[in-house]
DNA sequence: CGCAAATGTTTGGCTAGCCTAATCTTATTG
DNA sequence: CAATAAGATTAGGCTAGCCAAACATTTGCG
């Protein structure tokens, strides 16, 4: 059983090697500065995690996780962007107050908790802020997310997600009748501005170009 | 902020006060006894709550919470009890699987989640053990919970929870077809071995006064 | 009452995570 | 190819919670 330490470094790791934008160098000083502690701190925690074999590491050397370090941080970010979902869909929270407290419902131990979340929320593909969210295998679908600006006319989409998280654009988004899962099919597009017209739930409105570039569809 | 273990303490001393049984006395081995650990521990623990005047304390001397330490400890309750409604209600876990978990949910430092978890279960007044959820003031409705075998024939009553949790307890029950807030009409009681007649959902039943004394009614 | 049993506390010591300061290794660059 | 800068590690020390063992107090019974 992990500490919630431990699987905090570990999801750190994975942030900063895996997805760590263009260069993918873990390093002690990063992962320190990622987890406000300092250095030393973060190699106690790496002899640590290497002695578990949840990661691979020598002395002065790169840091990567182990196949089991990496199912468990997988597992954690699966767990995180249930609960983020979760909160959203259920309990009215706004994209911006998700992530706090699933930084703490994620690190609760229960097997059977997240799996019937995850049947509880039907299964979702992807979390309020557009990410994908590995499933019980850990198995991360391949992310095709795009903006609603870039669909064709005439195709259809399914929301996955919003670029923007002020309050004025989700409420125009709740206004509309929008919501995560909502397909949409595009009636048709503007070359002028960018405004499209768009039907989902039977009803038919007109976006602007920004607001398009707003909406992530899968 | 109060850590887990602090949090654990309160919750165990309040127990051990207000709900313990007939003696209530609190004392230093009951406490580490109900927390596994050792009375060392316990007293450690004591004097840094007492510093932090969440518990009134003296070498010794008898232990109470104080109207601080009340209000945190019922407050853990509340949400231990809303959290098991939620598994029991939304994630149909059984009875006897929610409190493991719920002690770890109870934790989650978060005043927004909680007040939308309750709006989200319909503010519910009952866990499905039948312990009474304390309001979002703190309040604890007064328990007028009896067990079904008190309950004078020819009336109706609802069931609001179990008094035992053994598998094969609850598994009669879903025979019976009986379930949290499901409606009972008591037709008749033999004055012989209490036996009840009973009617739910349309269907009548015949139950022992040993069931009957651990089925919690309104 | 008086003394043993029960109960409670103190002391010293342990691990997990964190820190600062000093040291060591690797990278960079003139 | 040094010499220094950047990065990483070690050493020693801290707090929260835990323990065992020694010590102190209270209870209760003959």
Redesign the pocket.
Same mark, same amino acid.
């Given at each position: 059983m992990?500490?919630?330490?431990?699987e905090? #470094?570990l999801k750190a790791v994975l942030k900063l090697t895996v997805n760590g934008d263009t260069k993918s160098?873990?390093?002690?000083?990063?992962?320190?500065a990622y987890?406000?502690?300092?250095?030393?701190?973060?190699?106690?925690?790496?002899?640590?995690l290497k002695e578990k074999k949840l990661i691979d #590491?020598?002395?002065?050397?790169k840091?990567t996780l182990s196949e089991t370090g990496k199912l468990k941080a997988v597992e954690i970010i699966r767990k995180h962007r249930l609960w983020e979902t979760f909160l959203f869909e259920k309990l009215d929270f706004t994209w911006d107050e998700v992530h706090e407290v699933a930084e703490q419902l994620e690190h609760i131990h229960s097997p059977k908790l997240i799996d019937k979340l995850d049947e509880f929320l039907g299964y979702p593909s992807f979390d309020p802020h557009g990410d994908a969210i590995p499933n019980a295998k850990g198995e991360l679908r391949i992310a095709k997310q795009k903006p609603l600006s870039a669909v064709s006319p005439e195709t259809s989409c399914k929301m996955i997600g919003v670029r923007d998280n002020s309050t004025t654009f989700l409420k125009y988004v709740t206004q509309l009748g929008l919501a995560i899962n909502t397909s949409i099919k595009i009636i048709s597009r503007q070359e002028f501005d960018g405004s499209m017209e768009i039907e989902m739930n039977g009803k038919t409105a007109t976006v602007s170009q920004k607001f398009a570039e707003n909406i992530l569809v899968d």
């Amino acid at each position: 059983m992990l500490s919630f330490t431990e699987e905090n #470094y570990l999801k750190a790791v994975l942030k900063l090697t895996v997805n760590g934008d263009t260069k993918s160098d873990a390093g002690t000083n990063k992962l320190a500065a990622y987890l406000n502690v300092k250095p030393a701190t973060a190699t106690d925690m790496l002899k640590k995690l290497k002695e578990k074999k949840l990661i691979d #590491y020598e002395k002065y050397g790169k840091i990567t996780l182990s196949e089991t370090g990496k199912l468990k941080a997988v597992e954690i970010i699966r767990k995180h962007r249930l609960w983020e979902t979760f909160l959203f869909e259920k309990l009215d929270f706004t994209w911006d107050e998700v992530h706090e407290v699933a930084e703490q419902l994620e690190h609760i131990h229960s097997p059977k908790l997240i799996d019937k979340l995850d049947e509880f929320l039907g299964y979702p593909s992807f979390d309020p802020h557009g990410d994908a969210i590995p499933n019980a295998k850990g198995e991360l679908r391949i992310a095709k997310q795009k903006p609603l600006s870039a669909v064709s006319p005439e195709t259809s989409c399914k929301m996955i997600g919003v670029r923007d998280n002020s309050t004025t654009f989700l409420k125009y988004v709740t206004q509309l009748g929008l919501a995560i899962n909502t397909s949409i099919k595009i009636i048709s597009r503007q070359e002028f501005d960018g405004s499209m017209e768009i039907e989902m739930n039977g009803k038919t409105a007109t976006v602007s170009q920004k607001f398009a570039e707003n909406i992530l569809v899968d």
